[in-house]
């Protein structure tokens, strides 16, 4: 359902959202080394996110990524679309271009209610709220 970059840009954004702020800007080396994502590839995900101020950025010798309290307060979903946009949470599992309600495929009914459930936490899910489960150690990401 994830594709493999959305993965990888929801790391990034969990491992900004624990150890940066406007004080505390963090280069792309030290992200991609601890999520274990090549730098070129991260770099390019936390481009794009910047652009839609998901995370915030500074250039300069001192500059780097960074998450604002305003950037905590995107969803997951947020992340999400900018990354694979909205349509590929919502496509068929099969590929299939013409599969909708009126003519579904063979796992569209078994899946449609799941998937909507999905995109529904996804929306009301802060990265905030994320980041303050990986800190109280209620959940877990090796980053």
């Known amino acids: 359902m994830l594709s493999k970059s959305s993965k990888y840009a929801l790391k990034a954004v969990l491992y900004l959202s624990l150890h940066s702020n406007e004080n505390k800007k963090i280069q792309v080396r030290e992200i991609s080394d601890n999520i274990e994502v090549p730098k070129a590839y991260t770099g390019k995900l936390l481009q794009a996110l910047a652009k839609r101020d998901i995370i915030s950025s500074s250039r300069g010798p001192t500059g780097g990524f960074y998450m604002t309290p ?65 800190k109280d150690k209620s959940t877990f990401l090796p980053i």
Request: charged share 30%.
């Open 70 to 134: 305003s950037n905590r307060s995107h969803s997951v979903m947020d992340v999400v679309e900018v990354i694979d946009g909205r349509k590929k949470m919502e496509s068929c599992l099969l590929g299939l271009q013409d599969c909708d309600l009126d003519r579904p495929c063979p796992l569209h009914n078994l899946v449609n209610t799941s998937r909507s459930q999905i995109i529904h936490v996804f929306e009301s899910i802060e990265l905030d709220e994320l980041a303050n489960k990986l």
